[in-house]
Nanobody
Framework: QVQLVESGGGLVQAGGSLRLSCAASGRAFSSYGMGWFRQAPGKEREFVGITYKDGTTRYADSVKGRFTISRDNAKNTVSLRIDSLKPEDTAVYYC????????????????WGQGTQVTVSS
């Protein structure tokens, strides 16, 4: 089992940058692909991106070029850097451990953090 705790959210002005972190406890962190999702008020949870076990990444088309995911298996952490923040990036951001299936669907992930709020002011 993996426990995940996100941090780093906050209120940021449009155009700014933010780095979110996800700390994992439990064994075998390095054996999981680690994904990031976000959920805006009144909307479904949305895939943002994933770092696979080997460190390669995949992103949703809507965030390519502005979002960067990285992982540090030695520290059991995964990070999400967001540049050029936009008001539409406002959401609760979650990290999750990928289990199987399509990386784009939340149902493919088993372990979730509690989320961290990101609010972007215009």
């Amino acid at each position: 089992q993996v426990q995940l705790v996100e941090s780093g959210g906050g209120l940021v002005q449009a155009g700014g940058s933010l780095r979110l972190s996800c700390a994992a406890s439990g064994r075998a962190f390095s054996s999981y692909g680690m994904g990031w999702f976000r959920q805006a008020p009144g909307k479904e949870r949305e895939f943002v991106g994933i770092t696979y076990k080997d460190g390669t990444t995949r992103y949703a088309d809507s965030v390519k070029g502005r979002f960067t995911i990285s992982r540090d298996n030695a520290k059991n952490t995964v990070s999400l850097r967001i540049d050029s923040l936009k008001p539409e990036d406002t959401a609760v951001y979650y990290c999750a451990a990928f289990i199987s299936g399509s990386v784009y669907y939340a149902a493919s992930y088993r372990y979730w953090g509690q989320g961290t709020q990101v609010t972007v002011s215009s």
